[in-house]
């Protein structure tokens, strides 16, 4: 095992790379495990994407500075740097392209919100990382929020019967509904809840979104995206023995960081591509039940 693990980014155009960064290189490695630097970017970047263009600057000069990142003109260049890769644009729209050639080169990779900006892309990234059995994964860092993961661990409720989860839910075009900045109530829906949604209905208004999926043993789970009003994120779990609350604490990327570094070190997934691909269903299920003035519809799962 080499004593350092070199990362590689692409993208450049959101905070999680400086902030991943920072956290890798000021971590200190337990005994026998390697270290995890960030070495190179390809700061690639959305230009009709104003979260995205107005921002690629200041990281770009954040990593070189700070951190001493080296900017590659491809990701090509990059891939020649690195062991492993994070694949970091804040435009889904990109990540089916960008993903093509990490596959090719067999670098593991994770994939950071939003896995894609449509269930179209999603299922061909999927095809295209089982088809070269590429280590990847993908999760908002919302999944790893102490509370969620405390709440997850803890048996003592009894078996999950419903969930009712919420979050921000601030709409971008290029990557619609829940796609953008509700990825992380999903998230949140999908890690007490787990797979097995088979219909969604969803309604929308310009203050926000609710949308209520139907799992195939019978259990209802729901998404509240919020526009209006101060919003933060969590859930209220019906469990067997009672109605828990579950506030999110704020301190999600120590445990995203904690699960990366060991994926970087085992290259096993921590969360099945297949819990990602169901996601990106249920967002898409989801826009399509809003056009349908709330009518219930399929999550498309079909290759």
């Keep these: 095992m080499p004593d350092t693990i070199r990362v590689g980014m692409i993208g450049c155009d959101t905070s999680h790379c400086m902030a991943f960064t920072q956290r890798f290189h000021e971590?200190?490695?337990?005994?026998?495990?390697?270290?995890?630097?960030?070495?190179?970017?390809?700061?690639?970047?959305?230009?009709?994407?104003?979260?995205?263009?107005?921002?690629?600057?200041?990281?770009?000069?954040?990593?070189?500075?700070?951190?001493?990142?080296?900017m590659t003109a491809s990701i090509e260049e990059m891939l020649k740097?690195?062991?492993?890769?994070?694949?970091?644009?804040?435009?889904?729209?990109?990540?089916?392209?960008?993903?093509?050639?990490?596959?090719?080169?067999?670098k593991p990779v994770y994939i950071d919100k939003p896995f894609a900006a449509?269930?179209?892309?999603?299922?061909?990234?999927?095809?295209?990382?089982?088809?070269?059995?590429?280590?990847?994964?993908?999760?908002?860092?919302?999944?790893?929020?102490?509370?969620?993961?405390?709440?997850?661990?803890?048996?003592?409720?009894?078996?999950?019967?419903?969930c009712d989860a919420f979050g921000p839910a601030h709409l971008e075009p290029t990557n619609p509904g829940f796609f953008w900045y509700g990825i992380h109530g999903i998230e949140i829906l999908y890690t007490i809840m787990g797979r097995g949604c088979k219909a969604v209905q969803c309604m929308s208004t310009e203050d926000g979104d609710l949308a209520v999926g139907a799992w195939k043993d019978g259990r209802l789970g729901s998404m509240r995206g919020i526009r209006k009003g101060k919003a933060g994120y969590g859930a209220m779990v019906l469990c067997e023995n009672g109605l828990v609350p579950v506030q999110a604490a704020g301190d999600y990327y120590v445990g995203l960081v904690k699960a990366l570094i060991q994926f970087f070190t085992t290259r096993k997934p921590p969360v099945p591509i297949e819990d990602t691909l169901e996601i990106c269903a249920f967002i898409d299920a989801a826009l399509r039940s809003d056009k349908k003035e709330g009518d219930e519809v399929t999550l498309d799962l079909q290759n």
């Design 27 to 70: 971590a200190k490695p337990a005994e026998g495990t390697p270290a995890v630097r960030v070495v190179a970017c390809h700061p690639s970047f959305s230009p009709d994407l104003k979260s995205s263009a107005d921002r690629v600057d200041e990281y770009k000069k954040g990593l070189s500075e700070k951190w001493q990142v080296k």
């Design 81 to 106: 740097e690195v062991d492993v890769v994070m694949l970091e644009s804040v435009d889904g729209r990109r990540h089916l392209r960008e993903l093509r050639p990490v596959a090719e080169a067999g």
């Design 118 to 162: 449509s269930l179209a892309d999603a299922k061909e990234m999927v095809k295209i990382i089982k088809e070269a059995r590429l280590p990847a994964f993908s999760c908002s860092s919302l999944r790893y929020d102490s509370k969620v993961a405390q709440f997850v661990a803890d048996d003592k409720h009894g078996k999950v019967i419903g």
